[in-house]
């Protein structure tokens, strides 16, 4: 967003959001696969990251989109995300100890293990920008070509389910992308009504504490010829659209704030890169290291000091980083 006028709503919502990623994270952690019977990470997981994307869709407007010069744009962007990716990813595999051939290129062909978010939110960018571009040089208006381009991506999510180079992740989150773009074009979509932001916030609460990663909720009748994998995607993404709505039109009133707490919430947002890597590279190694210098294993000890230690080293680290113009340009995209 170093491009954009900063706005202190959108870098307060985005503190929150990486609060809740990295206590997200803390959760599965500590848990394990126990955490998909968790409903505060549930909750999490149902619109934390769509609401990252549509963040980051909603400066894909401009009225100057068809000046765009694509070659500078993608260059960079890649400065941007590709390339804290590729530094996070090299780092994680060095100190992984696992050095083969197989583990070094699952950073290209499988990269929704780890930094994901930074890989897809690349090529989403890309694709976003072609789109424009197409649309400039044909006289169209852009939202053609870019809502065709999500009904192809999801069309071959559902129907061919591949699973490389993190496609079934650009392909899902492209639509929440694609939503923060139309937030900010269409004014209609901003949620201003308290009323409004009411009765969709419970109805997205209620939808969220069904939510699971794998599982459709118990009461969700199957639909002859209808993959249960194609419900699971329609469930999820209507929880997390309700979720984004809401989130966004509160944000917009509540985080709208110069006070100094929510300075300190909104630089977290500005840092949010490189919490998002430095604690995803830290998270195991520290829950792992409590479990043994903690007197007591309890769950919630270990979630509430996994997120503490966690968010705190990595907010020193992400700090550090940022003074060295080296460290900066290749972890933190600046």
Not at 41 to 55: D, G, K, Q, R
Not at 100 to 109: D, E, V
Not at 145 to 157: A, H, K, N, V
Request: net charge positive; hydrophobic share 55%.
């Amino acid at each position: 967003m170093s491009d954009k006028k900063r706005l202190i709503w959108i870098d307060s919502l985005k503190g929150w959001l990486m609060i809740l990623v990295v206590l997200g994270h803390a959760i599965q952690s500590s848990l394990g696969d126990a955490c998909f019977q968790n409903h505060l990470w549930n909750l999490i997981y149902s619109f934390h990251m769509p609401a990252f994307m549509a963040i980051s869709g909603w400066f894909a407007f401009s009225n100057t989109s068809k000046n765009i010069n694509v070659g500078s744009l993608c260059k960079r962007r890649f400065n941007q995300l590709m390339v804290p990716y590729l530094s996070w990813s090299l780092l994680r595999y060095v100190i992984s100890a696992d050095y083969s051939i197989g583990n070094l290129s699952r950073i290209i062909i499988a990269p929704d293990s780890y930094f994901w978010f930074l890989w897809v939110l690349f090529w989403i960018k890309v694709i976003f920008i072609l789109n424009q571009k197409i649309a400039a040089k044909y006289h169209m208006d852009e939202i053609i070509p870019i809502g065709i381009t999500c009904l192809l991506l999801l069309g071959i999510m559902v129907g061919l389910n591949l699973r490389v180079f993190g496609f079934q992740f650009l392909a899902y989150y492209y639509l929440f992308y694609f939503l923060g773009y139309a937030m900010r074009r269409f004014n209609k979509l901003q949620l201003t009504n308290k009323s409004s932001m009411i009765c969709l916030g419970l109805l997205w609460a209620v939808l969220a504490w069904f939510w699971n990663m794998h599982e459709l909720p118990v009461w969700m009748p199957k639909i002859p010829l209808c993959p249960t994998s194609l419900l699971q995607y329609a469930y999820r993404g209507v929880t997390a659209i309700l979720a984004v709505l809401v989130i966004v039109g509160v944000a917009r009133k509540a985080l709208d704030s110069s006070n100094r707490f929510n300075k300190f919430i909104q630089e977290v947002g500005i840092l949010s890169l490189g919490i998002y890597t430095c604690h995803l590279t830290l998270m195991d190694y520290t829950v792992k290291l409590l479990r043994f210098i903690v007197p007591s294993n309890k769950e919630e000890v270990l979630i509430i000091l996994g997120f503490t230690i966690c968010g705190f080293l990595s907010w020193v680290i992400v700090n550090l980083l940022k003074k060295n113009m080296i460290t900066a340009q290749f972890f933190l995209g600046k």
